[in-house]
């Protein structure tokens, strides 16, 4: 699938604002840290994916009931659903100067309940293209991996559930993602509320 810029300008995907926070201290030092070990471009988006994937656990299975939605709170509270991971990483890769931007999914629990699930696509030094990764959280039945040569995300969207591969790059998060997610009390509320559809 070819993915397509919400924003012609580049510079939109480096941006900072109150969700994509990477000025904040907390993304600033999270970025630092994970640099040390990482001499290029690509070591470092790979070990940010890997952080966020492996040390911050998706809400629903930690059971954790909080709602994070801004990058640098996602850190401090270690917890959150796809999209605050998604912002998170997008941070991560901004505070070292890799554009990166937010895509999307819908998928069906078993051909029901459709929901819209929060990915990541950034653009490496030199590629010319962007990729796609999830960093969702691994779990039994999810093996997302850091990959930019082939997709190897938590799902592949099946067209017999009518879901959807949405080619658009965001450059912040749709208002329907923020409205659910600023709006939810807890992720029982979140839950009900996410959008089913861009």
Known sequence: MELTQQ????????????VIDHEHPRVVEAAAHLARGADTAYAY?????????????????SGD??????????LAARTGICHAKSITLVALLRARSIPAGLCYQ????????????????LRLPGTGCW????PRGNKPGVDARFSLEEERLAWVTREEFN???????????????????????????LWRNLPQRL
């Open 7 to 18: 924003s012609p300008d580049i510079g939109a995907y480096l941006a900072v604002d109150e």
């Open 45 to 61: 988006a790979r070990a940010a994916f890997e952080f966020v994937r492996d040390t911050i656990p998706h809400s629903a299975d």
């Open 65 to 74: 009931p909080r709602v994070t939605w801004r990058a640098s709170e996602v």
């Open 106 to 121: 819908r998928l069906a629990d078993d051909g029901a309940n459709p929901m819209v699930h929060g990915l990541v696509a």
């Open 131 to 134: 990729a796609r990764v999830d």
């Open 163 to 189: 879901e959807v591969d949405y080619p658009v790059v965001y450059a912040a998060p749709p208002e329907v993602i923020l409205h659910a997610l600023r709006g939810a009390r807890d992720r029982s509320e």
